[in-house]
């Protein structure tokens, strides 16, 4: 339940802010205006150095705290470094002289990467901690399929959220007169099949909407994230990564069944003693009558 509500609580807008982050100025003006090179390219190399530098972090800082402490640090690290984005769309880096492409290198392709790995290691370590002898497989199958579903309902809820805010990331047009969208812009008349015709007076543009980009951003990654800090003390054992996790999989039963076979040792040999006993006065009594 816990590595489906990590997943669940990091509400899933990438959609929204990539089209933010390399939009054109007529649809976001003063926007940051990325060019794909520099967005998929050169961000997502740095990236995954910070990443690697995540994973080794992780190893040699966190290598033996205890799950709760690592989740409640990591949860908190990600919720950081998601008021970078909010800094951005605000504009409040070019206020104070910090240009986009520096602001997201730090923010997003360093900062986030480096809280991401390390909290998606604990993850890992926790799945594989939680899997019982002999049934290693199924286990890590079933908690990792948890976790991705998880990530499909963040993914649907951003959509929901970015729909229900009314983010629009496309300059369209529409046909006042007939409420029809995808008019055409500066000739006389347009009629499509099965459409009424629609003036060019009529026909105006809609721009691009970012009204509440910023409030979506801070909900979906600031504040509803942290309720995996309160969750960590209620949903995960208190142990160290170095900790054996595997029994509590299988409650009390193992240690039950452990301390019973413990208490039936003696009483069976008791009892395979007394049987010996009766067998070799039960012979010797039969060697007597011959």
Known sequence: LFLFLDAVVYIQI???LDYWFTAS?????????FDYTYYSTYTRIVGS???MAGVTMFQYVMGEWRMRKIFVTTTILRCVAGMFDIIMVERVNVAIGISDKWMYMLGDAIIYEVAYMMNFMPIVVLISKLCPKDMESTTYAVLAGFANFGQQVASTLGIVFITGYGIKSEVSTVCKATGVAGCVLNITETEKPGQAACSASDCHQVPCKWDGLSLIIFLAHVLIPMVIVPLSYVLIPDAACTDDMSSGLLGDTQKGNSEK???EMPEQEEQE???EEDATRSFKDTEHLL
Do not use: D
Request: proline share 10%.
């Open 14 to 16: 990438g959609g929204a």
């Open 273 to 275: 003693g007394k049987v």
């Open 25 to 33: 100025h007529e649809c976001v003006p003063s926007g940051p205006a």
């Open 49 to 51: 150095i910070a990443a």
């Open 261 to 263: 076979e413990l208490t």
